[in-house]
């Protein structure tokens, strides 16, 4: 069952109508400003709700192909702006999309099949993306938007950053900069009030400790990698750039579509079979993957445009 007032995701430029709106109907009380500009000059915005110096950064858009964030960036600035005692000592700042360039090429507003979300696909490759790109880029060849998100990270001081995440099938779960202790079942609650599966074996977070069911802990600076031959670490991204400050980052993923299955901690029969099973397939369409790009890209062109440089 579906608790969404309407089956599509907000586009960037509605979010900004919606952040306007917002702004200029409590003007003592939000503020509505460009933070930055993205690759291809789009502008980044920041709505800012209370005026107290605790602070609470929100982050939509950081992943293009994950658009749940800009519904739920939406809701929850209207409910704190309607919601004094979440106002009471602390400020709320909600960057609306923190790639905007890749929301433009994503073209999925309302998918209605999984099929439909795939047609028009886009992620852009790990350096440029916004959260990530510290952590395959040196400092000094960071996107505009990386710089933007830490610049202000480093003005807020937010005591937690929230940023929202998705999935497109499964349940939701927590990722954690440092553990909250109590806040599995808090969260469980709020899924089970939604009707969203609490995802108990979440890919993303594969050896990484569980506080709870669907809360995972990351890996912090200065340990080891839970699998060093990865090309990305977690522990380098703009998650933990909080932590000078003293605060942590929650990333929270949400599916668009939603499987019972995921919240069964019941062992699988034979994992190693399955495992052997699925990475046969997965190479299998790998390789088919890359038999169609090469075919096609002879009769493309822009070679080095930004969907090009994803697909590689």
Partial sequence: MSLLPELRYPSVPELLASARALAASEPGLCALRQVGRSRAGRPLHLLSVGHAQRSVLVVAGAHANEPTGGSTLRVLARRVLAERELRTGTSWHFLLCADPDGAALHVTPAPRSLLDYHLGFYRPTGAEQPEWSPSVLPPDRLPPETRALTGLIDEL?????????????????????????????????????LHI????????????????????????????AAYPSMPDDARHSTWYHAHRYGGLTAVVEVPMWASDLVDDPAPHPAPAAAMRRLAGRL?????EVERVLAEALPRLDGADGPLLRAAR
């Fill in 157 to 193: 001081r937010p005591y937690l950053q929230v940023t929202l995440h998705g999935t497109d099938l499964g349940g939701s779960w927590v990722q954690l900069t440092r553990d909250v202790p109590g806040l599995a079942e808090p969260f469980a609650k709020s899924a089970a009030q």
């Fill in 197 to 224: 599966p609490v995802e108990t074996g979440a890919s993303d977070a594969a050896g990484w400790p569980a506080s709870g069911p669907g809360v995972h802990v990351m890996p912090g600076p200065g340990t080891d």
């Fill in 283 to 287: 190479l299998r369409d790998s390789l």
